[in-house]
């Protein structure tokens, strides 16, 4: 079955600082793939999204790039700030041969920025 | 442009009880998908309804019920509640049900079931 791996977290950085977080996925068919975040005490917002190989998505000055060889979308941004301080998943929509998109998510990272 | 809209926004309901909680769709959207969100874990899919029908079910058992009506506003009902239902649940909408279409996600409602 589908499936998304996070790097474990929480990960605790100065402002101005340069973020990673991996995300590498298990599919069955063409996945569309995702990035979601998570303020506390409330839903989830759409950071960026790719649905082929190769796609770059970018939002806000986060980037991921969808590496199908390496079976990977890991989120960058060069330089954080202190309100980028939030939960965020990595997540993939498949068909897997259905006729309908569901999102398989990852187990969340939390970020912490310190001024 | 009103975005996705849940309610109640709190809930708290002891075990055996039945629940139903809320979700109105955003403009223009006519699928609808629930998820639980655990605390600490990542959102898990319940189901999906398009266009009033079931579209797809995740790994929840019948006690999970819903519904979409025309106006694409959808329910979600459970039954029988139990202690480890207690979670934030998520309503989600989008433009169509495919793989490339974006889950626009509402603030959840938050049930605890004690």
Not at chain 1, 58 to 64: I, L, P, T, V, Y
Not at chain 2, 28 to 34: A, F, I, K, R
Request: glycine share 10%; hydrophobic share 30%.
């Amino acid at each position: 079955g589908n499936s998304v791996t996070q790097m474990e977290g929480p990960v605790t950085l100065s402002e101005e600082a340069f973020l990673t977080i991996n995300c590498t996925y298990t599919a069955t068919g063409y996945p569309s793939l995702f990035w979601y975040v998570q303020y506390p005490g409330e839903g989830l917002q759409l950071l960026l999204k790719a649905t082929k190989a190769d796609d770059k998505g970018s939002n806000k000055g986060f980037e991921a790039t969808y590496r199908k060889e390496t079976t990977s979308f890991h989120l960058e941004k060069g330089s954080v700030q202190v309100s980028d301080s939030a939960v965020y998943f990595c997540a993939l929509s498949d068909a897997g041969g259905t006729s309908y998109g569901k999102l398989t998510f990852g187990q969340g990272t939390i970020l912490t920025v310190h001024p | 442009e009103t975005g996705v809209t849940q309610s109640p926004t709190h809930l708290i309901k002891t075990r055996g009880q039945q629940v139903t909680l809320r979700c109105s769709s955003q403009s223009g959207h006519n699928t609808v998908s629930w998820y639980q969100q655990a605390l600490g874990q990542g959102p898990q899919f319940i189901f999906q309804y398009y266009r009033e029908e079931e579209n797809g079910r995740g790994n929840f058992p019948p006690r999970f019920s819903g519904l979409q009506f025309p106006n694409y506003s959808s329910e979600l009902n459970v039954n029988a509640l139990e202690l480890d239902d207690s979670a934030l649940y998520l309503c989600a909408s989008s433009s169509s049900s495919g793989r490339t279409d974006t889950q626009y996600f509402g603030p959840g409602t938050r049930l605890t079931v004690l």
